[in-house]
Structures are given as structure tokens and as C-alpha cells.
């Protein structure tokens, strides 16, 4: 009998060029969501959060399905990274609704059942919040496509963890890095491992002239705490 890491193993011995979560990989992932406007910065006209946070970055990792050589790599790397991360994992769940399309195609390419969970139980038919099969006690590890300040992935992981499940961590396209994110998974004691993230995305930016390079300090000031504005005045 084989286990589910075996038929990873094999899955995965047949994909194009590998990817390995490496600064390298980072770096290129970054590329990558810039190139398709996925990530998009822009310090000197910020976007309104819907907190009223005016940000210089925006962040639509649904772009990724829609270009096929990027999506490759982001899929790929999913799968390396779980393979890497969670070698235990029996089930992928997404998060509803932007990590559902990334869980089913990475767990396409490991060869592991999926699933997602709703932000709420359903008002019809059997109220399901979980969509699958999800049998108590197996090892998840929950596909998400964005953290920022983590409280919709957190949720979706205790909503696991009630129904039974042992929630290995969290895979994820992007992170911001903020520090309620980070602080927040930690209280709740749930690992995340990201492809890239805001630093190396606002390097990125500066070396392929996205941004200028003084740039840089300014983003990375938001990023330490969004709700000062002096980034704005650097």
C-alpha cells in the first residue's frame, strides 16, 4: 500500500522544473505576480483599504489562474512546498473563496483529496460550512491564496480543528508580513509558509523598475505598521 507521499513523490518527479521554496523562488514568484499585475504598487497614489488604511500595495492573486505559465509555477511550488513543509498531509482545504481553485489544482498535482470550508454554515440542505469529505483525525494543511492580518485563514482553521481535524498549517501565495498577522498565527498556534512576500516583492519592484529604489524604505515602513502615515512623507 502507498502512502500519499509516495504518489507525491512519484506526482511530483514528473513536473516541469520543480520549484523549491527557496530566496530564489521568492524572488521569482514576486516577478511573477508583478509581470500580471497580481501584486500592484503604487506609494505615491495608495489604494483606501476598507479600513481606511491607505496602502501602496494591492493584492489580486486571482490573476494567477488566468496566466497559464504563471499559474505552473505557483501550483508547482504549492505542491513542493507541501511536500516539503507537511509531508504528513492526507487533505488539502481551501479557503472560501479565492484559495479553493489553488487547493484543487495542487491537490490535483499530489494525488490528495480536497475540500474547502465556507466564511459561513450554508441556510439550505445539510448547512455544511466543510464542502467534502473530512473524516476526524486526518491531517489537513489549508491552501490560502493571501495573509495580511490572518483572521479569515484562522478561522477556517479552528472551524478544521472543531470538526475534528488535526490542521498541520497553512500554504499560502503571498504574505504582507504585517505584525498582527504574524502575532495572530502564533497565538493560535498555526504555521504559514508563503511563496513570497512584501519584501522581497518590493526589491523586486525596484530592481525591474516598477518603483523607484528609494522606494523601498517607504514600503517597508508601511509594512512595520500600516497605521502610521509617515511612509507617505519619506
Given at each position: 500500500v502507498h502512502?500519499?507521499?509516495?504518489?507525491i513523490e512519484n506526482i511530483?518527479?514528473?513536473?516541469d522544473e520543480p520549484l523549491i521554496i527557496t530566496d530564489r523562488q521568492s524572488e521569482q514568484i514576486a516577478k511573477d505576480l508583478l509581470s500580471i499585475g497580481?501584486?500592484?504598487l503604487r506609494p505615491e497614489d495608495p489604494f483606501t483599504w476598507a479600513s481606511g488604511i491607505k496602502s501602496p500595495i494591492y493584492c489580486d492573486n486571482r490573476l494567477t489562474l488566468t496566466s497559464v505559465e504563471v499559474r505552473n509555477h505557483v501550483e508547482n511550488a504549492l505542491a513542493e512546498t507541501i511536500k516539503r513543509e507537511y509531508p504528513d498531509a492526507?487533505?488539502?482545504m481551501g479557503t472560501s473563496t479565492a484559495g479553493i481553485a489553488h487547493a484543487a489544482i495542487t491537490a490535483h498535482l499530489l494525488d490528495l483529496p480536497m475540500g474547502y470550508v465556507r466564511s459561513g454554515a450554508k441556510d439550505h440542505g445539510r448547512h455544511n460550512q466543510i464542502e467534502g469529505r473530512l473524516e476526524k483525525g486526518q491531517k489537513v494543511v489549508v491552501v490560502e491564496d493571501l495573509i495580511s492580518t490572518a483572521g479569515s485563514c484562522i478561522e477556517v482553521v479552528n472551524v478544521l480543528?472543531?470538526?475534528g481535524a488535526e490542521v498541520l498549517g497553512v500554504v499560502s501565495i503571498f504574505t504582507y508580513g504585517l505584525q498582527k498577522g504574524l502575532d495572530r498565527l502564533a497565538e493560535a498556534n498555526v504555521k504559514n509558509v508563503s511563496l513570497s512576500n512584501f519584501?522581497?516583492?518590493?526589491e523586486v519592484a525596484a530592481k525591474e523598475g516598477y518603483i523607484k529604489e528609494s522606494d523601498?524604505?517607504?514600503?517597508?515602513?508601511f509594512r512595520?505598521?500600516?497605521?502610521?502615515e509617515s511612509w507617505r512623507e519619506m
Amino acid at each position: 500500500v502507498h502512502s500519499p507521499m509516495d504518489r507525491i513523490e512519484n506526482i511530483l518527479g514528473v513536473l516541469d522544473e520543480p520549484l523549491i521554496i527557496t530566496d530564489r523562488q521568492s524572488e521569482q514568484i514576486a516577478k511573477d505576480l508583478l509581470s500580471i499585475g497580481a501584486v500592484f504598487l503604487r506609494p505615491e497614489d495608495p489604494f483606501t483599504w476598507a479600513s481606511g488604511i491607505k496602502s501602496p500595495i494591492y493584492c489580486d492573486n486571482r490573476l494567477t489562474l488566468t496566466s497559464v505559465e504563471v499559474r505552473n509555477h505557483v501550483e508547482n511550488a504549492l505542491a513542493e512546498t507541501i511536500k516539503r513543509e507537511y509531508p504528513d498531509a492526507e487533505v488539502l482545504m481551501g479557503t472560501s473563496t479565492a484559495g479553493i481553485a489553488h487547493a484543487a489544482i495542487t491537490a490535483h498535482l499530489l494525488d490528495l483529496p480536497m475540500g474547502y470550508v465556507r466564511s459561513g454554515a450554508k441556510d439550505h440542505g445539510r448547512h455544511n460550512q466543510i464542502e467534502g469529505r473530512l473524516e476526524k483525525g486526518q491531517k489537513v494543511v489549508v491552501v490560502e491564496d493571501l495573509i495580511s492580518t490572518a483572521g479569515s485563514c484562522i478561522e477556517v482553521v479552528n472551524v478544521l480543528r472543531e470538526a475534528g481535524a488535526e490542521v498541520l498549517g497553512v500554504v499560502s501565495i503571498f504574505t504582507y508580513g504585517l505584525q498582527k498577522g504574524l502575532d495572530r498565527l502564533a497565538e493560535a498556534n498555526v504555521k504559514n509558509v508563503s511563496l513570497s512576500n512584501f519584501d522581497a516583492v518590493a526589491e523586486v519592484a525596484a530592481k525591474e523598475g516598477y518603483i523607484k529604489e528609494s522606494d523601498i524604505a517607504r514600503l517597508l515602513k508601511f509594512r512595520s505598521n500600516p497605521s502610521d502615515e509617515s511612509w507617505r512623507e519619506m
